[in-house]
């Protein structure tokens, strides 16, 4: 079996500096330059195909936040199969959820059926870090007991 790597995406905005924020944002949470992926603009996707295709099972897709991944609801639910089914553990900012232990399926379950949740447009995306710490606060507590 191959060592597990991490494999980073980010999404970047046209703002000066957006690229050089991402790329060491990247390098803090561990990926190697040669592993980073990225998209320039909100309807690109092919670095994102890019990244999730050079993870092997057992890798970590690695993004400084949410939004990076995905730009709505709707992208996060039809991500989240690949990475389950391939075993690819995500990093969001430093936050690693991994979908064969209980808290990573809880939280890959949340993103699956997030977007069956009726929000007004962007919000859903921005409350869904707070789900996934309430989802894992919860499991926590269980374990304690």
Not at 6 to 21: L, Q, V
Not at 109 to 124: C, M, N, Q, Y
Not at 127 to 137: D, F, G, I, K, Y
């Amino acid at each position: 079996m191959t060592s597990q790597r991490s494999i980073g995406y980010a999404r970047i905005h046209d703002e000066p500096g957006d690229f050089r924020d991402q790329v060491a944002g990247l390098a803090e949470l561990g990926v190697r330059a040669e592993e980073m992926f990225w998209d320039r603009c909100a309807s690109a996707r092919d670095g994102l195909i890019g990244a999730v295709r050079r993870c092997e099972r057992g890798d970590t897709l690695t993004v400084t936040a949410l939004d990076r991944l995905a730009t709505s609801l709707e992208d996060l639910e039809d991500l989240t199969p690949m990475l389950i089914d391939r075993e690819i553990r995500l990093n969001v900012g430093g936050v690693v959820f991994d979908p064969v232990n209980e808290v990573g399926r809880s939280v890959f379950d949340t993103f699956r059926t997030a977007s069956d949740v009726s929000e007004p447009s962007g919000l859903g995306l921005s409350l869904l870090p707070v789900r996934m710490r309430v989802v894992a606060a919860l499991i926590w507590q269980g374990n304690e007991k």
